[in-house]
């Protein structure tokens, strides 16, 4: 088979679409969708929204700054979760953190960022609170009982599973009519 004819192109010079490339061409139809709407300043979002982009972007702007204050929040933490380049991690994330943070409570890039921040909190319940669950956590133990199990991880998961719903929330409605997303589709629509 010639080279133009694997690709869909016929000997004569005419391309031919095959089956296998539409597939191929709907995946990236697809992908490209998908990157136009996490990008896409649109929202349906009601006016209200910017108090959950100030609550969970002001979290994401103080813990990012913890990361880099103190060490236990940060590198220590990360070493102590066995992570590889402790250091290198714990400063990429508290950058991501403060400066998504400031973007969140600003409406700017507003899906793209849930969906970074809705990842990274469901690491963070994964590598800290199975291992709280089985009493295996190299992170120091919670204050006040419950120390393990399901009721400790409850506990102990509640801001983490808040900042992840405020996340997807702003994910699925974007940022709402009082955000610089909202400013950028006004223009965009002019």
Known sequence: MSRGAHEGMEPNGRFVRRPDMQAHTSQISGTADLARWLFSPQSSAPRATWLIRLMAGAVFLSEGILKLVYTNQ???????????????????????????GVLLIAGLYTRVLALGFSIEMVVAMLTTKIALYLGTSPLAPPAAPPKLGIWA??????????????????LIVGAGALSLDARRAARSSL
């Open 74 to 100: 940060g590198v220590g933490r990360f070493t102590k979760l066995g992570f590889p380049f402790p250091d290198t991690v714990a400063t990429a994330i508290a950058v991501f953190e403060i400066v998504g």
């Open 153 to 170: 991880v409850l506990h102990e998961t509640r801001s983490d599973w808040a900042q992840l719903m405020c996340c997807v929330f702003l």
